[in-house]
């Protein structure tokens, strides 16, 4: 089983500021198989990133993914106020499939 | 649009069962898999496994082997989750999620979950 390893736990940023969000992998997720999610309370997780850099349908591209092997990254560029949330990461290139513990960033 | 509707919430007694159904439109379900994801309160994401709804084959996560079952119903378009033996660690908010394209995938569309508390 492929573990995640998200950091920070907790990321404190005002609107406007650069998010950085790192996930690690515990071995080598196949052929960039990364995703990256936004979940705000009480709602589903929503698909942002996949493989590793490929935006969702109406992911505003301010929302940017990278990397590979084992170290993937997701940056906001201007936090806007809806993107205060949790962010997870998820390798599905093998099964099971798994999910990083999860990125909170919040207002400072 | 593609729509993932998830039945209502449920509170169920230790030991007992509970069937979770996920209703889909906008697609032909056949064409799809379909993942079941759990999340417990205030913790993150768990996936449980997977089915394809064109043959009916599952992967069940590990440690759930034996106690869940996904199946599906394509006459009316809706994929089922049963777990069974239901412990306090069940309690979490279930929801099921399309894979985006073939059987290694990312999920691009989720039901709006369903709640299932155990508590005697």
């Known amino acids: 089983e492929i573990v995640l390893t998200q950091s920070p736990g907790t990321l404190s940023l005002s609107p406007g500021e650069r998010a950085t969000l790192s996930c690690r992998a515990s071995?080598?997720?196949?052929?960039?198989?990364l995703a990256w999610y936004q979940q705000k309370p009480g709602q589903a997780p929503r698909l942002l990133i996949y493989g590793a850099s490929s935006r969702a349908t109406g992911v505003p591209d301010r929302f940017s993914g990278s990397g590979s092997g084992t170290d993937f990254t997701l940056t906001i560029s201007r936090l806007e106020p809806e993107d205060f949330a949790v962010y997870y990461c998820q390798q599905y290139g093998s099964s099971p499939w798994t999910f990083g513990q999860g990125t909170k960033v919040e207002i400072k | 649009q593609v729509q993932l509707v998830q039945s209502g919430a449920e509170v169920k007694k230790p030991g007992a069962s509970v069937r979770v159904s996920c209703k889909a439109s906008g697609y032909t379900l056949t064409s799809y898999y379909m993942h079941w994801v759990r999340q417990a309160p205030g913790q993150g994401l768990e996936w449980m496994g997977l089915i394809n709804p064109s043959g009916g084959s599952t992967n069940y996560a590990q440690k759930l082997q034996g106690r869940v079952t996904m199946t599906r119903d394509t006459s009316s378009s809706t994929v089922y989750m049963e777990l069974s033996s239901l412990r306090s660690e069940d309690t979490a908010v279930y929801y099921c999620?399309?894979?985006?394209?073939?059987?290694?995938?990312?999920?691009?569309?989720w039901g709006q979950g369903t709640l299932v508390t155990v508590s005697s």
């Open positions: 999620a399309r894979g985006h394209s073939g059987y290694y995938s990312e999920f691009d569309y």
């Open positions: 071995q080598s997720v196949s052929s960039s198989y």
